[in-house]
């Protein structure tokens, strides 16, 4: 049965759910609610879904499209005791509404509200702490295992979209859940008909035979019964799957060893309700296939679920700006159209992404240049040594790719890329904090993570058109080489078409000045020349981690009492430990205080909240610099009174 309610516009007022207010808990849901009610509750719940997410803004799309997955996975299983792990987290919004955090919603993604993904700090029903993509068959087993070493009879869910499931942790997991006969259940949210686009009667008669207790009793008495036959046997299971093959694509997954269900129909509430009570009296790993639309329900998400994966809030019409008014670009968009400018004069370039390709801004290069362009989909580690096998052949790849997601492939960035001193670009947007999505999506690691690599490059911009004459200074280099910029726009700089390599391991002074040198990198140049302007201090922009300018360093250490090195990323092992660590190494002795990222995971909210949380906003730098200033002064009195 489907609800065909389609909204085209986001209500600017909380709709009536008389159903929904009274359920706080799945313990509720399954109490207080018949399944003729289930329907229109999903039905409630969309229409909430819709109107807090216009409040507060946050993940859009994929919630809508799971809104019935959800009401039945809480329905028929036992949570929080039985365990629901999502993958990623984009869809579980109406999770959070049926778990306790109805009118939290409202606050999701901002400062100390809800967090944008499950949290297990947040709530016993968010099982699993997730932000990445991949992880959630994984995790699922190893609490379904967990289960069967403590004697425990509870389920294991691990929901998954089409999209996650092209990472090979996702095919590492199933192989091993099926070696272990693991009591689990993978639910393949399929919301772009990836796999398949057949979800009409059959295949729904076809899944409901499938999970049937009656059809498993068949089916285990007659291998029983086969097992001395082996020639029989043998026709019989080729049957068995080319009739499987034409009825249902989950061949392959039955080969694997799971039990494959479906495709089934994902906004058809009573078959998910009839299929997954089947399952659950089920032994062994149980794979079902539900096919569902993104965005289901809201008649503009579903016509555009690239564009409405995520909103805004919902705000009043802003003042018309002046129609000269000059739009900043985004660091993203330079690098985008960088990459064009490059290919278009050099063939040898190519450009690959882990299915980011809005997000990095690779549309008009994936248009203008098909045959080199390669979205390899959700696999870091496959995008980083598919970069390393074609530069091995003379091309000169660019990866571009999160700060956060460049972590998932480290091992082929050091193995396949710097060991072999690899002609590779990266291109690492959202470095530093990111806002809203907080700590599973900070770039907060990555000069630290990269400044230990031999044979490597490492560049931080300040600007717009130092990121674009950067990301040049990398193609010319023969070697492996990052250009690492933050979310965002830039302080809008001018950018220069012409392009030029800047000399390599070289900074520059912004603004001279006494006692205090500030050596900013990336992201805190602007926030620093600010500080230097009250302060009346210097200011370098580094450009380079790796190589240092050792030389400037070593000249403002002799001509200034104090050196500030300020950077965003976390302070251990960052630029500011390379300076500290050259500093030691030459026998120079002068006061050294690293700001950056502290030793901690930073909670979500506006990039300022973050930035302020950091001690890295323009009044906590300044701070920080005179109260170091107030103790060097300390110091030296305290010295000249004791002499």
Not at 10 to 24: C, G, S
Not at 73 to 87: G, M
Not at 531 to 537: I, P, R, T, W
Request: glycine fraction near 8%; charge should be negative; hydrophobic fraction near 40%.
């Amino acid at each position: 049965m489907h609800d065909n309610t389609v909204f085209n516009t986001i209500p600017d007022q909380r709709p009536d759910t008389p159903l929904l207010d009274r359920v706080e808990t799945p313990e509720q849901l399954r109490e207080v609610i018949r399944r003729d009610q289930l329907v229109p509750l999903a039905r409630e719940l969309r229409a909430f879904l819709l109107w807090s997410v216009g409040q507060s803004g946050g993940h859009f799309g994929g919630g809508l499209g799971v809104i019935e997955l959800t009401l039945a996975l809480h329905y028929v299983f036992n949570t929080p005791d039985d365990r629901l792990v999502w993958d990623v987290g984009h869809q579980a919004y109406p999770h959070k509404i049926l778990t306790q955090r109805r009118e939290q919603l409202r606050s999701i993604r901002k400062k100390d509200g809800l967090a944008a993904f499950p949290n297990r700090d947040e709530s016993p029903y968010d099982t699993f702490g997730v932000g990445h993509s991949s992880t959630s068959i994984s995790a699922a087993l190893g609490m379904a295992l967990a289960a069967r070493i403590q004697g425990k009879p509870r389920k294991s869910i691990a929901v998954m979209g089409d999209g996650a499931m092209t990472a090979g942790m996702a095919f590492e997991a199933l192989t091993h859940a099926a070696d272990e006969r693991a009591n689990l259940l993978v639910v393949l949210n399929d919301n772009d008909m990836s796999i398949s686009h057949n979800v009409g009667g059959l295949s729904n008669y076809f899944a409901r035979i499938l999970a049937s207790r009656t059809y498993h009793q068949v089916r285990d008495g007659s291998k029983r019964f086969l097992a001395n036959t082996p020639g029989l046997k043998a026709l019989i299971r080729r049957s068995e799957e080319h009739l499987k093959g034409m009825l249902a694509p989950g061949t392959l997954f039955e080969e694997m060893g799971f039990n494959y269900i479906g495709p089934i129909d994902g906004h058809d509430l009573p078959r998910l309700l009839e299929v997954l009570e089947n399952i659950r009296s089920l032994e062994g790993p149980q794979f079902l296939h539900v096919v569902t639309t993104k965005g289901k329900g809201f008649g503009p998400a579903e016509s555009d679920p690239v564009g409405y994966h995520a909103i805004n809030k919902i705000e009043p019409a802003p003042p018309v700006q002046p129609a000269d008014a000059p739009k900043k670009p985004k660091y993203s968009n330079v690098f985008g159209q960088w990459l064009c400018d490059m290919a278009a004069q050099d063939e040898r370039v190519i450009g690959i992404t882990p299915a980011m390709r809005e997000g990095s801004d690779l549309v008009a290069f994936s248009e203008r240049f098909p045959e080199r362009y390669f979205d390899v989909a959700i696999a870091e580690q496959h995008a980083v040594t598919l970069a390393a096998g074609m530069a091995c052949d003379g091309a000169k790849p660019v990866v571009a790719i999160y700060s956060t997601f460049l972590q998932r492939a480290y091992d082929q960035l050091i193995h396949d890329v710097a060991l072999q001193n690899l002609d590779v670009l990266f291109a690492i947007d959202r470095a530093g904090q990111v806002g809203e999505d907080g700590p599973t999506h900070a770039g907060a690691f990555d000069l630290t993570y990269l400044r230990c690599v031999p044979n490597m490059v490492v560049m931080a911009p300040s600007d717009e058109d130092e990121t674009r004459q950067l990301l040049y200074t990398g193609h010319c280099h023969q070697g492996p080489a990052a250009v690492r910029y933050p979310r965002g726009t830039g302080p809008g700089v001018e950018i220069n078409e012409e392009m030029t390599a800047l000399p390599i391991g070289k900074g520059r002074l912004r603004r001279e000045g006494q006692r205090v040198a500030i050596l900013a990198f990336g992201s805190m140049v602007q926030p620093s020349l600010e500080v230097a302007n009250s302060l009346g201090a210097t200011v370098a922009d580094m450009r380079f981690v790796k190589p240092l300018d050792t030389e400037l360093v070593e000249r403002l250490a002799e001509s200034h009492d104090l050196l500030v090195t300020i950077e965003e990323n976390v302070v251990a092992g960052g630029a500011g430990s390379a300076v500290s660590e050259h500093l030691h190494s030459a026998g120079i002795a002068v006061d050294l205080l690293q700001l950056g990222l502290p030793d901690r995971f930073i909670d979500h909210g506006k990039p300022a909240e973050q930035l302020a949380d950091c001690g890295l906003d323009v009044d906590s730098i300044q701070q920080s610099i005179q109260e170091r200033l107030a103790q060097l002064d300390n110091g030296r009195l305290a010295a000249v009174q004791h002499s």
